[in-house]
């Protein structure tokens, strides 16, 4: 078909045909996009950093209990109240976080870290709490310094190097999914740029 030999109104028509489909395809390419963006953030927001930060709670406070636990040896009476009430809170916290971390972790990895800290986590309960009650007789400080230096303090190391793995995990997916929104952005921004550019040059092609 010639276009030079069409009437001017018809191709006015036809170029303001061809802006208006390319701005519809525009405008359902945004929509799409700006979905995709608001899935990503979404995700970042109520699922991965919530994940990195109950997992980054859960190391500061297990930490928190790894510096009372030395001092289970050397206070007495209220003193000593004290500290195992600020282990005990610990002790909610970190449970509650692994409850909460076992219902938004979706990750393969993040499941497998999860199971691994849990099983990692009721090898140093059992060991500290069999430091506790010797502790709890004067005759058996000896065996709970013994007990804590040989099954205590390396079971800890294990649960923390867990749970320092799974932070990192998490931390990983933050920025990776931050980053793959910056992508689709961009690759947006450039198709819709392009396709605007086309509809302009075909409409102006049509309506000479």
Do not use: C
Request: proline residues 1%; without cysteine; glycine residues 8%.
């Amino acid at each position: 078909m010639n276009f030079s030999n069409l009437k001017v109104g018809t191709r006015l028509t036809l170029g303001f045909g061809v802006l208006v489909v390319a701005l519809g395809v525009v405008g359902g390419m945004a929509m799409l996009r700006m979905g995709q963006m608001n899935e990503s953030i979404e995700r970042i927001a109520q699922k991965d950093w919530n994940n990195a930060r109950l997992a980054m709670e859960i190391d500061s406070r297990a930490r928190d209990n790894a510096a009372r636990t030395g001092e289970l040896f050397i206070v007495e009476g209220e003193a000593l109240a004290k500290v195992r009430a600020g282990m005990e809170d610990n002790k909610g916290v970190i449970t509650r976080n692994l409850d909460e971390l076992d219902k938004l972790l979706y990750l393969p990895e993040g499941k497998a870290l999860h199971a691994k800290i849990k099983e990692a986590r009721a090898a140093y309960v059992q060991s500290f709490t069999r430091v506790t009650k010797l502790l709890a007789d004067p005759k058996g400080r000896a065996e709970a310094a013994r007990v804590y230096q040989s099954e205590t303090m390396p079971g800890l190391e294990v649960f923390m190097g867990q749970v320092g793995k799974l932070v990192e995990l998490q931390k990983g997916v933050v920025a990776k999914t931050a980053e793959q929104s910056e992508k689709d952005y961009a690759t947006a921004r450039t198709v819709m740029i392009a396709l605007i550019l086309a509809a302009l040059a075909a409409g102006v092609v049509l309506a000479l």
